[in-house]
């Protein structure tokens, strides 16, 4: 709670702001919904759907109701459409993937204590495996000797 006058004027213009920006924002969002659904059925008035869809893009910007970095990338995002349209390659996503999405690992082991004990595992055998093949190298190279002397 505001414990200030200014404060709670603060909060009242907030309000004000919010419900006004909440139009402009809606407004925008509209357009471009618009724009998007007559690029995807191949309407004839796609490219002035699209140019006022910008045009409200950069208005709301200009307001500062979103940011110019918003404002870029809608813009991007609806003229790449156009021109896939235009060049007759589909549209492959709306959204981007997120880039908070979870890799799937494909680890044999879940936890890295379980990764040390059988990356030590396997290091014992590659030893004990070296060691038996050195000693039968070295049985066979007597085996040979013994025959050659004899």
């Known amino acids: 709670m505001a414990n200030t006058k200014t404060a709670k004027e603060n909060i009242l213009i ?3 702001n919010q419900r006004r920006n909440l139009h402009f924002k809606s407004r925008m969002k509209s357009y471009i919904v618009n724009a998007q659904s007559a690029i995807s059925n191949n309407a004839s008035e796609k490219e002035t759907l699209v140019k006022e869809a910008l045009r409200i893009i950069d208005k709301t910007s200009a307001k500062g ?3 110019k970095k918003i404002a870029a990338r809608k813009k991007s995002r609806l003229s790449l459409s156009l021109n896939r349209s235009k060049n007759g390659t589909p549209d492959v996503s709306k959204k981007p993937p997120s880039k908070h999405a979870k890799k799937k690992t494909t680890s044999k082991t879940s936890t890295p204590k379980k990764a040390a004990e059988a990356k030590k595992a396997s ?3 590659t030893t004990k495996d070296t060691k038996e093949a050195s000693t039968k190298d070295d049985s066979t190279s007597a ?3 013994d025959k050659e002397e004899s």
Do not use: F, G, W, Y
């Open 65 to 67: 109701v979103i940011t």
């Open 123 to 125: 290091s014992k055998e």
């Open 14 to 16: 907030n309000k004000r």
């Open 143 to 145: 085996n040979t000797k």
